[in-house]
């Protein structure tokens, strides 16, 4: 049964800071791997979408990375602004087309 | 593209009435959609999964004849939450995949269920 794990819950920087958020998960087999982000009472915003057979991707300010051998993504946030502070959720696409969703890590940029 | 839209995006109701939930894909034709729960604090535990013009397939430990799921056409897809009570108060959120991206899943923007 494949398990979702964010790691840190929580995490309050500076703005202006780069930060680094943790996703593993532990049946490799996956299709693909999505980052979110959820504003409070809100739906999701899909951040990156890393298919299996990459090692990253970018958009602006965000990269993601992927080592499925090890069952590991990053989310890697430069330079965080106030406005970044939000829920980021991973999620990991399996083979049955589920998507598996990790607790979270709910992020606060402080101005 | 790939928008999806639910409605109502907040519903209030008493114990015991039944509350229908809609998503609806807007640009693209969804062959299959999921809905989710998600509970204060907490993440998103898929409920269900819905084809078009087939049965929905329920995760475990999700009451199938509480949670009625209807995929009716390609682009739309409605929970009925039966005979709701309090403890049914969640966050509901539907997401959509098909056209070009089948691999991706394009959420919808939730729907708040308050139980009196």
């Known amino acids: 049964k494949q398990e979702v794990t964010q790691i840190p819950a929580a995490l309050s920087v500076p703005e202006g800071e780069n930060l680094v958020l943790n996703c593993s998960f532990t049946d490799s087999a996956i299709y693909n791997l999505q980052w979110f982000r959820q504003d409070p009472g809100k739906g999701l915003t899909s951040l990156l979408l890393i298919q299996s057979s990459q090692r990253e991707q970018t958009s602006g300010r965000l990269n993601a990375s992927l080592d499925k051998s090890s069952g590991r993504s990053t989310l890697y946030i430069a330079a965080s602004q106030p406005g970044d502070s939000a829920t980021y959720l991973c999620a990991v696409n399996n083979q049955g087309g589920k998507l598996i969703f990790g607790q979270g890590t709910e992020l606060s940029v402080k101005p | 593209g790939a928008v999806v839209s639910q409605h109502p995006s907040w519903v209030i109701c008493k114990s015991g009435t039944s509350v229908k939930i809609e998503c609806r894909s807007l640009?693209?034709?969804?062959?299959?959609m999921f809905w989710y729960r998600q509970f204060p604090k907490q993440s998103l535990m898929l409920m269900a999964t819905s084809n078009e013009g087939s049965k929905a397939t329920y995760e475990q430990g999700v009451e199938k004849d509480k949670f009625l799921i209807n995929h009716a056409s390609l682009t739309l897809s409605t929970l009925t939450v039966t005979s709701a009570h309090p403890e049914d108060s969640s966050f509901y959120i539907c997401s959509a995949r098909g056209g070009r991206s089948y691999n991706e899943q394009f959420f919808g923007p939730g729907t708040r269920l308050t139980v009196l």
């Open positions: 640009d693209f034709q969804a062959t299959t």
